[in-house]
């Protein structure tokens, strides 16, 4: 058979797929997905994908970001004790090894700890494509857990279209409001949105923990031009802004606790020209260019108490009694953003479609950080006698980069016997550095006894580190995949993968201090690239009633970088072994008469580091062993309007976790869960252009955590209403 050209209408050059909001419905034929930077029917897919379609999320009723994509297989939501940002763990990689696109393009992070959150609206949101398991060749570094592509909605099907939406979500007693206005007429196609979200403190089944607030505002403008029926033009403005709080529950390890990201802004402008049918061998050309902004302004409290202390005063140990520790952290991050990119595709022959393409990022980091710290206590055994406080406050400036150069083919091949190969390679070079660094001590850093100056660090001048960490390092590698899929049976497809992974260290890990969140992490110049080789074998199913897809995976990374701890609440970035990940995903669904689905999606995980030092292996990696949702739908078209129901359990198994911690190996543990829920919706209008829904979440307010920070929230109600004019 011959393959078939890319359509002009294709305005992404992104990625996979994946099941629902909630995994409920399992797509496979008809659903055209661009995991391979082309649209492809999924079947005919080699990686393991899936996908949020448009319809799904106006089911759905989500009000953030994270309902989306939860109930992905292989999938696990990390909030950092941050409710409203939202980071994407991908089979167990962690939140840093995965890439988060919008619209083909990455939001880059690099300095924090916790990894790229999503800042986006999911108003704004037609649909969600992931990519699990190594796509480096297709979208470059940090894509070793998989990619996540969020593509956003564009003109409308008339030449005029208002949608307008509003939501309540008893989590924290948070409210949304959207709308947009978008349309095509005449070659033009257009949209103008904008959304609003306000979320009180988070109701756990214990209490409302106080100072978990936020709220997000965000909007966005797109306008394109088909100038021909084979080649249009457009670009696109968007503009996102949250305000974050982050508190603790844990009462017995701070005195004081609480994080202010005061705001965290994104805003991004692009341009892309996609031409199609150049000649009998040229397929499509497309050509992207963008420039994106980050600013994050963040303040950390910690406050503690310590007992006896041993800190230094003029150059000779003291020891304070009844001692405690005080910090007020404020940094000032900035990330400029700069991408082009190039992508051609080939029609050779019958029987090979060749993608070939290159591209540049740009990334320059300027930040500024106010260390802010106390340390005080008696100086003698007697309480009272005298107080001596260390102020060894510090401001520091600095400004870095990470550049990245990179060129990639992807060849797409029938072969006899019903038998499809996809292979490719891609060479990237990435150049990463800290280009200034100033650290000084702050003008209040010094001693004092009783209130009373001693003496002054601020005229020292430079902290004895300033330029410790100044220089520039670069990494390049050449990574492969190969992938097989056979057809030989209708509605089936079996597919077999290998793809390597390739991460080179963000700017903090390679040079950076960072002091936010309650402990200090120090960057390594020395660090290598992470690596990976990933093998899956995988099959789809979408008959009459039965759909599934299946995968089974093994991935082996090397040179895994992590923290190890250096001194008390210190901690250095290093390559410390190997990360070995193997599991299986499932998601199935069959069709019932009267309109029920019985449904399932689930993961089961098995995560091992080989860490050395003083802990050896470990399958303790926070990660739980199986995640599930199980449940049965109801949906009944009743002439002028159609009724959905789904009832269902979602749950996973206990997490363990074991790390190093002053010498001495320390284990965590939170116990696994499960939690009922409930949803109802009703859509109506000869264009079924009107919805309600309405869902009761953890019905018997279960207390369970997704990360270590907070617990999430207890019995809680959602309810959406949207229309369509």
Same mark, same amino acid.
Request: proline share 3%; with cysteine; glycine share 10%.
């Given at each position: 058979?011959?393959?078939?050209?890319?359509?002009?209408?294709?305005?992404?050059?992104?990625?996979?797929?994946?099941?629902?909001?909630?995994?409920?419905?399992?797509?496979?034929?008809?659903?055209?997905?661009?995991?391979?930077?082309?649209?492809?029917?999924?079947?005919?897919?080699?990686?393991?994908?899936?996908?949020?379609?448009?319809?799904?999320?106006?089911?759905?009723?989500?009000?953030?970001?994270?309902?989306?994509?939860?109930?992905?297989?292989?999938?696990?939501?990390?909030?950092?004790?941050?409710?409203?940002?939202?980071?994407?763990?991908?089979?167990?990689?962690?939140?840093?090894?995965?890439?988060?696109?919008?619209?083909?393009?990455?939001?880059?992070?690099?300095?924090?700890?916790?990894?790229?959150?999503?800042?986006?609206?999911?108003?704004?949101?037609?649909?969600?494509?992931?990519?699990?398991?190594?796509?480096?060749?297709?979208?470059?570094?940090?894509?070793?857990?998989?990619?996540i592509n969020i593509i956003t909605k564009k003109g409308g099907k008339k030449p005029v279209q208002l949608d307008v939406g509003v939501g309540y979500n008893g989590a924290g007693d948070g409210f949304t409001e959207n709308?947009?206005?978008?349309?095509?007429?005449?070659?033009?196609?257009?949209?103008?949105?904008?959304?609003?979200?306000?979320?009180?403190?988070?109701?756990?089944?214990?209490?409302?923990?106080?100072?978990?607030?936020?709220?997000?505002?965000?909007?966005?403008?797109?306008?394109?031009?088909?100038?021909?029926?084979?080649?249009?033009?457009?670009?696109?403005?968007?503009?996102?802004?949250?305000?974050?709080?982050?508190?603790?529950?844990?009462?017995?390890?701070?005195?004081?606790?609480?994080?202010?990201?005061?705001?965290?802004?994104?805003?991004?402008?692009?341009?892309?020209?996609?031409?199609?049918?150049?000649?009998?061998?040229?397929?499509?050309?497309?050509?992207?260019?963008?420039?994106?902004?980050?600013?994050?302004?963040?303040?950390?409290?910690?406050?503690?108490?310590?007992?006896?202390?041993?800190?230094?005063?003029?150059?000779?140990?003291?020891?304070?009694?009844?001692?405690?520790?005080?910090?007020?952290?404020?940094?000032?991050?900035?990330?400029?953003?700069?991408?082009?990119?190039?992508?051609?595709?080939?029609?050779?022959?019958?029987?090979?479609?060749?993608?070939?393409?290159?591209?540049?990022?740009?990334?320059?980091?300027?930040?500024?950080?106010?260390?802010?710290?106390?340390?005080?206590?008696?100086?003698?055994?007697?309480?009272?006698?005298?107080?001596?406080?260390?102020?060894?406050?510090?401001?520091?400036?600095?400004?870095?980069?990470?550049?990245?150069?990179?060129?990639?083919?992807?060849?797409?091949?029938?072969?006899?016997?019903?038998?499809?190969?996809?292979?490719?390679?891609?060479?990237?070079?990435?150049?990463?550095?800290?280009?200034?660094?100033?650290?000084?001590?702050?003008?209040?850093?010094?001693?004092?006894?009783?209130?009373?100056?001693?003496?002054?660090?601020?005229?020292?001048?430079?902290?004895?580190?300033?330029?410790?960490?100044?220089?520039?390092?670069?990494?390049?590698?050449?990574?492969?995949n190969f992938g097989l899929v056979w057809r030989g049976i209708e509605d089936l497809a079996l597919r077999a993968t290998w793809a390597q992974g390739f991460r080179a260290p963000t700017i903090q890990e390679k040079f950076?201090?960072?002091?936010?969140?309650?402990?200090?992490?120090?960057?390594?110049?020395?660090?290598?690239?992470?690596?990976?080789?990933?093998?899956?074998?995988?099959?789809?199913?979408? $008959?009459? &009633?039965?759909?599934? +897809? #299946?995968?089974?995976?093994?991935?082996? @990374? %090397?040179? !895994?970088?992590?923290?190890?701890?250096?001194?008390?609440?210190?901690?250095?970035?290093?390559?410390?072994?190997?990360?070995?990940?193997?599991?299986?995903?499932?998601?199935?669904s069959y069709d019932l008469p009267y309109g029920f689905t019985p449904y399932t999606s689930m993961t089961w995980l098995k995560r091992k580091f080989e860490y050395g030092g003083i802990i050896g292996d470990t399958y303790?990696?926070?990660?739980?062993?199986?995640?599930?949702?199980? $449940?049965? &739908?109801?949906?009944? +078209? #009743?002439?002028?309007?159609?009724?959905? @129901? %789904?009832? !269902?359990?979602?749950?996973?198994?206990?997490?363990?976790?074991?790390?190093?911690?002053?010498?001495?190996?320390?284990?965590?543990?939170?116990?696994?869960?499960?939690?009922?829920?409930?949803?109802?919706?009703?859509?109506?209008?000869?264009?079924?252009?009107?919805?309600?829904?309405?869902?009761?979440?953890?019905?018997?307010?279960?207390?369970?955590?997704?990360?270590?920070?907070?617990?999430?929230?207890?019995?809680?109600?959602?309810?959406?209403?949207?229309?369509?004019?």
């Amino acid at each position: 058979m011959k393959l078939t050209r890319i359509s002009a209408a294709v305005l992404t050059v992104c990625l996979g797929s994946t099941a629902a909001m909630a995994a409920q419905d399992v797509y496979t034929k008809g659903v055209e997905v661009t995991a391979t930077r082309v649209t492809r029917d999924l079947m005919d897919v080699p990686m393991s994908v899936g996908v949020v379609t448009e319809d799904d999320i106006k089911k759905s009723g989500v009000t953030t970001i994270g309902e989306l994509i939860q109930d992905v297989p292989g999938v696990e939501l990390q909030n950092d004790g941050t409710p409203g940002l939202i980071r994407v763990s991908i089979r167990g990689e962690g939140t840093m090894r995965s890439t988060i696109l919008i619209d083909g393009q990455r939001i880059s992070e690099h300095k924090s700890m916790s990894g790229t959150p999503i800042l986006i609206d999911p108003s704004a949101v037609e649909r969600v494509e992931v990519i699990k398991g190594p796509a480096s060749v297709l979208y470059g570094s940090d894509a070793i857990g998989g990619v996540i592509n969020i593509i956003t909605k564009k003109g409308g099907k008339k030449p005029v279209q208002l949608d307008v939406g509003v939501g309540y979500n008893g989590a924290g007693d948070g409210f949304t409001e959207n709308a947009s206005v978008s349309g095509s007429y005449n070659g033009f196609n257009y949209r103008l949105s904008g959304s609003y979200a306000d979320f009180g403190d988070l109701r756990t089944p214990d209490k409302t923990i106080d100072g978990t607030d936020y709220d997000t505002r965000s909007g966005s403008v797109f306008l394109s031009y088909d100038f021909t029926d084979d080649l249009t033009m457009g670009v696109s403005a968007d503009y996102f802004e949250g305000n974050f709080n982050t508190a603790t529950d844990d009462a017995e390890s701070y005195d004081d606790f609480a994080v202010r990201i005061q705001p965290w802004k994104r805003q991004k402008f692009a341009f892309f020209a996609d031409a199609t049918n150049l000649n009998e061998y040229w397929a499509r050309l497309r050509f992207d260019v963008y420039t994106q902004k980050t600013d994050k302004k963040m303040q950390n409290i910690v406050g503690m108490g310590m007992g006896t202390q041993t800190t230094e005063m003029m150059g000779k140990p003291v020891t304070l009694y009844n001692s405690s520790m005080h910090m007020d952290n404020h940094a000032d991050n900035e990330i400029k953003s700069n991408g082009v990119s190039v992508q051609t595709e080939w029609q050779l022959g019958e029987n090979n479609y060749l993608i070939a393409g290159a591209g540049f990022d740009s990334d320059k980091l300027d930040a500024y950080t106010f260390n802010d710290m106390a340390i005080s206590g008696d100086l003698a055994p007697i309480p009272g006698v005298s107080v001596f406080t260390m102020k060894p406050s510090t401001i520091t400036d600095l400004e870095g980069g990470q550049d990245t150069y990179y060129l990639f083919l992807s060849n797409e091949t029938i072969l006899p016997a019903d038998f499809t190969a996809n292979y490719g390679v891609r060479f990237t070079h990435v150049k990463t550095s800290l280009d200034n660094v100033s650290s000084r001590y702050a003008p209040e850093a010094g001693g004092y006894i009783n209130g009373s100056p001693m003496f002054s660090l601020v005229d020292m001048g430079q902290t004895p580190d300033a330029k410790a960490f100044e220089g520039e390092e670069s990494n390049s590698k050449a990574v492969f995949n190969f992938g097989l899929v056979w057809r030989g049976i209708e509605d089936l497809a079996l597919r077999a993968t290998w793809a390597q992974g390739f991460r080179a260290p963000t700017i903090q890990e390679k040079f950076l201090t960072s002091s936010m969140g309650g402990g200090t992490e120090i960057g390594n110049p020395n660090l290598d690239p992470e690596t990976s080789d990933n093998f899956e074998l995988g099959a789809r199913y979408s $008959g009459e &009633r039965l759909n599934l +897809d #299946f995968a089974a995976f093994l991935n082996l @990374a %090397d040179d !895994y970088i992590t923290t190890k701890e250096v001194s008390a609440e210190t901690y250095q970035y290093y390559n410390v072994g190997k990360a070995t990940t193997y599991g299986v995903e499932l998601s199935a669904s069959y069709d019932l008469p009267y309109g029920f689905t019985p449904y399932t999606s689930m993961t089961w995980l098995k995560r091992k580091f080989e860490y050395g030092g003083i802990i050896g292996d470990t399958y303790d990696t926070n990660t739980p062993e199986f995640m599930y949702r199980a $449940g049965v &739908r109801y949906e009944k +078209d #009743f002439g002028i309007w159609t009724l959905t @129901a %789904d009832t !269902y359990a979602r749950g996973a198994t206990e997490r363990d976790y074991e790390y190093e911690s002053s010498g001495a190996v320390v284990k965590t543990h939170h116990g696994g869960y499960t939690t009922a829920n409930f949803e109802v919706g009703a859509a109506f209008g000869d264009e079924r252009q009107y919805s309600v829904n309405a869902a009761v979440l953890n019905i018997f307010d279960k207390k369970y955590y997704i990360s270590d920070a907070l617990p999430e929230a207890g019995v809680h109600a959602v309810v959406t209403a949207n229309a369509r004019f």
